[in-house]
Structure formats: structure tokens, C-alpha cells
């Protein structure tokens, strides 16, 4: 983090580690909790690890960062050079992972603006690219956070779950709608809306579901330049094939990442995930 404004996120973003590197982005771990135990997550605890934890229905938590953390990490940026610092995080609705890294920042030495990106996923990872990308090109603390915002702004994300139980559990969805779901024995298709997931659709299968899931996918990206990624937990076959149909069906597609979501969004959403996060450029 040698660059005159250091970019910092979270551990969900889940941007591939060359990336990071390349773009000197620092991402803070949000931790996963097995059975009292608490997992950096990334490092301490893989996505593998964490489906098999839930098949067996052993408790699993999630926690933020604490705002030390946050302040250890503005504080080696600092260190390393940086006059600013811009600090992206998954959405304030999900997680308090905002509201420690905005604690942090008030005793920073230097000027620390926190973003709410009310993304998740590489949502949140195609806003702190473009951060980074635009203090590659020499650009300023402000302009930074205003790439990012507008990236954000842009940047569309809906996925399919084979069951509405762990977003319940987590308190990340109603109650009523998960119960309504299983009532009506119908496939939830989610998406991201001002930072809380909402039900988009229910279907009636899962491979209706998954069909729909990729025709909402193509039209939100229309003739646009946009950057697709593909998420899942523990359904690679899946993804990897919905990711090759995107890929025919989107034209002006200019990037298409398929990866595993992370331990922290996997404890919320369960195994057999799929979701699909479409970024203007």
C-alpha cells in the first residue's frame, strides 16, 4: 500500500488474490464462529470446510471486524506512505462491518473516507477495482470514492438458493417470506436491493429457477460493456456452466470471473448457491 491512496475492503468481496495484488487492495477478514470457534475467514476457514459444517447443521455465526483492526490496517497504510485511505465493505444491512470501519477511521492519521457500497460479493469487488483503478491513473481521494459509488450504483446481483432456511436463521431475510417459500415448496430467486436482499421471483424448480436466473442476468446486461461474475458454494459444475452460456449470450461481456463464495456469505446462504452479480463498466 504504497500509493498516495490506499484502497481497502472486506474479505466477502472475494476479488481473486492476483488482483489484489496487482491493484494493491487490502481486504479486512470477517470471521465465521463453528461450534464457538471463530475463523478469519480466508485464511482460517475454506468454503469447503464451511458447507460441510452446515450439512451437519453444526452452528455457525459470523462476525464483523472489530474496529482495531481496521485501525491496524489505516494505520500500516499510513505507514507505507498513503495520505488517504478509501475503505469499501459489503452493505451496513448484512453485516457491522461498516460500523466498525467508520469507528476506526475517526482516529486515523490520515483522512479515511468509508463506503457503504451496499454490494457484497464481487459487487463489492468490482467497486474497490474501480477505486483502484482510478488512483492508478492518478487520481484523488474524492475521485476514488466517486468511481466507486457510481460503479456501485450500476452494479446489478441476484442468486439462487436451493432453500430459504439459512438466510432466515441469519436474520437476513423475513421470517414470513422464508416460511411462505417453504410452504409453497417454490425455488426463491433473490436479488440486491438497496442493500437488503429481497425476493425477486419464485420458481417452481430449480433448473426453472436457473434458467431464470441467467435470461434476468442477460437482459440487466443488454448491450452494455459489463463485467460478469458467477458465484456458487459447493455447485462448481453448475456455475461453470452457467458462467459458458453467459459468456455466448452476453456480447459486449468485457470480464467474466467464476468463483466460490467465501465462508461469512456461504453461512448465510447455504450450499448449492448461485448467484450472478452483472457490472457496468
Known sequence: MSR?????????????????????????PLTVVVDGQALEEGTEISARSLAQALQKRRPVTTSRPSPEVFAATYRAAADAGATGIVSLHLSAEFSGTYDAAVLAAKDASVPVRVVDTRMVGMALGFCALTAAEAVDAGGSLDEAVAAAEKRAAGTAAYFYVDTLDYLRRGG???????LLGSALAVKPLLELDGGR?????????????????????????????????????????????????????????????????????????????????????
Not at 431475510?173 to 422464508?178: L, N, V, Y
Open 172 to 178: 437476513r431475510i423475513g421470517a414470513a417470506q422464508a
Open 4 to 28: 498516495h491512496v490506499a484502497i481497502v475492503t472486506d474479505s466477502t468481496a472475494y476479488l481473486p488474490p492476483q488482483t489484489m495484488e496487482r491493484h494493491a487492495i487490502t481486504a479486512v
Open 197 to 281: 436482499i429481497e425476493l425477486r421471483e419464485k420458481v417452481r424448480t430449480a433448473s426453472k429457477a436457473i434458467a431464470r436466473l441467467e435470461e434476468i442476468a442477460v437482459e440487466r446486461a443488454a448491450s452494455e460493456a459489463v463485467d460478469v461474475a458467477v458465484h456458487h458454494l459447493s455447485a462448481p459444475e453448475r456455475a461453470g456452466a452457467l458462467a459458458e452460456r453467459l459468456r455466448e449470450r452476453i456480447p459486449a461481456m468485457a470480464g467474466l470471473q467464476v468463483s466460490e463464495v467465501g465462508a461469512v456469505i456461504g453461512a448465510h446462504t447455504g450450499p448449492g448457491l448461485l448467484a450472478v452479480v452483472v457490472s457496468p463498466r
